[in-house]
């Protein structure tokens, strides 16, 4: 995604604009340090590319930026929970509209929040008075941080995962390694060797992931190290062949040049009575 091409709506400071894609309100910053974008629908970022390197994260060529449904590629926030623990999948998070409330700046980056609370409608989904904040680091590095508040006066369960697509070379040539001695794959735990490479789909997810995973991107001859906390797992996700083909908002080869390393809490296993607040984080660094 070329962020610099999209139209301004409003300059904010030196170094963030508002801008325009599609129908979406976009947080654009251009900073010495990096470039990047984030979306107010889902609290989304689509893009970032630190200074003289290759763009980091992944966006379908054919992503719905309508704000009617979650964007394919860059990073997803799920949440409230993980997958299909309760509909709709993956939670309301992604697809609700995301308020800015503060950007800070200086010489080595910019911090954007955006926050979003309960209302009505999502009181029908999920029962329960919430802040959630998300905190977007953009610097040599970009970490978010997605810290979530029990606003309500019962205790709340939460899950959630910041499913980042990572842009790669080739899937082909592609490695995630640290990723502990065991995952799990369509409910059952199997041993790892705490790396895998890519022939097929993979949908796992490792509970014994190291802090830090890596993914070598060997065509395009670079490392990025994902770090993260707050989460009881990673998930690896590729949907190879057959499942792009079968989605209308990825290109057939899509699959060729992603992955997913995600920082997830995967079975809604926090538990939040009032007033407490968990934060789940995942940082990219590109080497
Ligand atoms: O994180 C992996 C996963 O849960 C996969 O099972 C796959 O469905 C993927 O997320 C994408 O989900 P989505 O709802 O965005 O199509």
């Given at each position: 995604m070329d962020v610099k091409q999209l139209p301004t709506l409003a300059v904010l400071s030196d170094y963030v604009t508002v801008c325009e894609l599609d129908g979406l309100k976009v947080v654009r910053v251009i900073h010495p340090k990096a470039t990047a974008a984030i979306s107010l629908f889902g609290g989304h970022v689509l893009s970032f590319t630190p200074t003289g390197k290759k763009e980091t994260i992944w966006m379908s060529g054919k992503a719905d930026f309508t704000g009617n449904k979650a964007i394919r590629g860059g990073i997803p926030v799920c949440w409230p929970w993980f997958g299909k623990a309760a509909e709709p999948s993956h939670g309301f998070a992604r697809t609700s509209e995301w308020t800015l409330n503060e950007h800070r700046e200086n010489d080595e980056g910019v911090i954007i929040s955006l926050t979003l609370s309960d209302t009505a409608e999502t009181r029908v989904i999920w029962p329960h008075a919430f802040h959630a904040e998300l905190l977007m680091e953009v610097s040599d590095t970009l970490k978010v941080s997605l810290v979530s508040t029990n606003t309500g006066e019962s205790a709340m369960q939460i899950g959630g995962a910041l499913h980042t697509y990572f842009n790669i070379g080739d899937i082909h040539q592609t490695t995630v390694s640290e990723l502990g001695?065991?995952?799990?794959?369509?409910?059952?735990?199997?041993?790892?060797?705490?790396?895998?490479?890519?022939?097929?789909?993979?949908?796992?997810?490792?509970?014994?992931?190291?802090?830090?995973?890596?993914?070598?991107?060997?065509?395009?001859?670079?490392?990025?190290?994902?770090?993260?906390?707050?989460?009881?797992?990673?998930?690896v996700w590729n949907p190879w062949q057959t499942l792009a083909e079968g989605m209308a908002d990825m290109e057939d080869d899509g699959f060729l040049t992603m992955v997913c390393a995600e920082s997830a809490v995967y079975d809604r296993s926090v538990t939040l009575q009032p007033g407490e607040k968990h934060t789940l984080s995942t940082e990219v660094i590109c080497k």
């Open positions: 001695n065991e995952y799990i794959e369509a409910g059952e735990r199997k041993p790892s060797t705490g790396k895998t490479t890519f022939e097929g789909e993979v949908d796992r997810i490792y509970p014994q992931a190291a802090d830090t995973v890596i993914i070598e991107d060997a065509a395009n001859q670079r490392r990025i190290e994902v770090s993260n906390q707050g989460n009881n797992g990673v998930v």
